[in-house]
């Protein structure tokens, strides 16, 4: 949420909500593409610790927990957010997942190289473009292998698509509002640009992804090989 200074019942209701925008537009999509990717140029390791920055509830990861599955993967998630009304959601999403586990915790209160691939969707946007570097360099410290950003497009299309959709499945002030607000704080290819001449790193590469996502990859210049 772009807003939580409010609390209360409204706040604690919005991550339900917008994990059914999340499946309507397909949000997981490239953050598996991502993590995927990562996975296959760090050998295709027997397991993979995934750590999910501004998570909201997490509802995302359900999709990595099938991939892993199907791939044979034994995989673990930490979902990391400020707020307590998401921790709260997302332990009762995952409340049977023993894979996963749920902190409270700002992103610049976490230790260094404690999960192999850090994600943040749907999280870069709600920081300032001059700030957003920083960010990025504190996601990729986390990580031993690198980062997958998954955030929006900004366009015209996604807004009205967006704001019409959040109008139709939910009456939360908070999904009516941040919804159609997130678009108007996305991305277009200039930004990610941008960042990598600030960022320096040559292994970063943007892609756009169907309903108007891009998947950022941002691989560490030194990697920790895994077994």
């Known amino acids: 949420m772009d807003d939580f200074a409010k609390g209360g019942p409204e706040l604690r209701e919005a991550p339900r909500h917008l994990r059914r925008l999340n499946r309507i537009f397909a949000a997981a999509a490239p953050t598996l593409l991502g993590v995927r990717r990562l996975w296959m140029e760090a050998g295709r390791p027997a397991s993979l610790s995934i750590l999910d920055a501004g998570s909201g509830s997490g509802d995302v990861n359900a999709h990595l927990l099938n991939w892993a599955d199907r791939n044979k993967i034994a995989m673990t998630i930490t979902l990391v957010d400020l707020t307590e009304e998401a921790c709260v959601e997302a332990r009762i999403l995952f409340r049977n997942e023993p894979r996963v586990k749920?902190?409270?915790?700002?992103?610049?209160?976490?230790?260094?190289?404690?999960?192999?691939?850090?994600?943040?969707?749907?999280?870069?946007?709600?920081?300032?473009?001059?700030?957003?570097?920083?960010?990025?360099?504190?996601?990729?410290?986390?990580?031993?292998?690198?980062?997958?950003?998954?955030?929006?497009?900004?366009?015209?299309?996604?807004?009205?698509?967006?704001?019409?959709?959040?109008?139709?499945?939910?009456?939360?002030?908070?999904?009516?509002?941040?919804?159609?607000?997130?678009?108007?704080?996305?991305?277009?290819?200039?930004?990610?640009?941008?960042?990598?001449?600030?960022?320096?790193?040559p292994h970063m590469t943007y892609s756009w992804r169907p309903l108007f996502r891009y998947a950022v990859v941002i691989q560490k210049t030194s990697p920790t090989i895994l077994p």
């Open 102 to 201: 749920v902190i409270r915790k700002d992103l610049f209160a976490l230790q260094e190289g404690i999960a192999d691939v850090v994600t943040g969707t749907q999280f870069v946007h709600h920081f300032p473009e001059d700030e957003l570097p920083g960010v990025v360099e504190r996601l990729l410290d986390v990580s031993r292998l690198g980062v997958v950003i998954n955030d929006i497009h900004r366009h015209f299309i996604p807004w009205s698509a967006v704001w019409l959709t959040a109008r139709l499945i939910s009456k939360n002030p908070y999904i009516r509002h941040d919804g159609p607000l997130s678009v108007a704080k996305g991305f277009r290819s200039s930004d990610w640009r941008k960042l990598q001449l600030a960022l320096e790193n």
